[in-house]
């Protein structure tokens, strides 16, 4: 019986001959590009504080993710500090998967998001 046991399809990693491994799976086919402006229009509080007043929000264009599926983009506002004050142009980069936006981080310097091409949502 333990002898069996051991003549089934191997993993795609085990040390065995490669015609006895199991072949590894495709990868997922990418998702279709986003709405990025009617996604940011309709989750703005997803990427900036309500509080911040986010005015004259410009998006880019969606990127495939460097890291898996998915998409990224920049936004771009002219925003408020929490007193009320203008502060000047916030920008943020967005991760969208499945057409949600899941994660969002400021931009510094380096980021490509300086040189993106913005349109007004």
Same mark, same amino acid.
């Given at each position: 019986?333990? %002898?069996?046991?051991?003549? !089934?399809?191997?993993?795609?990693?085990?040390? /065995?001959?490669?015609?006895?491994?199991? =072949?590894? %799976?495709?990868?997922?086919?990418?998702?279709?590009?986003?709405?990025? =402006?009617?996604?940011?229009?309709? =989750?703005?509080?997803?990427?900036?504080?309500?509080?911040?007043?986010?005015?004259?929000? *410009?998006?880019?264009?969606?990127?495939?993710?460097?890291? !898996?599926? !998915?998409?990224?983009?920049?936004?771009?506002a002219?925003?408020?500090?929490?007193?009320?004050?203008?502060?000047g142009?916030?920008?943020? *980069?967005?991760?969208?998967?499945? !057409?949600?936006?899941?994660?969002?981080?400021? /931009?510094?310097?380096?980021?490509?998001? /300086?040189?993106?091409?913005?349109?007004?949502?």
């Open positions: 019986m333990l %002898a069996l046991a051991g003549c !089934g399809i191997a993993d795609s990693r085990s040390p /065995v001959p490669a015609f006895m491994r199991a =072949k590894e %799976a495709d990868p997922p086919p990418p998702e279709p590009p986003p709405n990025v =402006k009617q996604l940011v229009h309709d =989750k703005l509080d997803s990427v900036f504080v309500s509080t911040s007043y986010p005015q004259n929000v *410009r998006v880019s264009a969606p990127l495939h993710g460097p890291r !898996g599926p !998915g998409w990224t983009a920049c936004v771009r002219d925003v408020n500090s929490a007193t009320g004050k203008p502060i142009t916030e920008t943020y *980069r967005i991760t969208i998967r499945d !057409g949600e936006i899941v994660d969002r981080r400021r /931009v510094d310097d380096n980021d490509n998001c /300086v040189s993106e091409d913005y349109q007004p949502i």
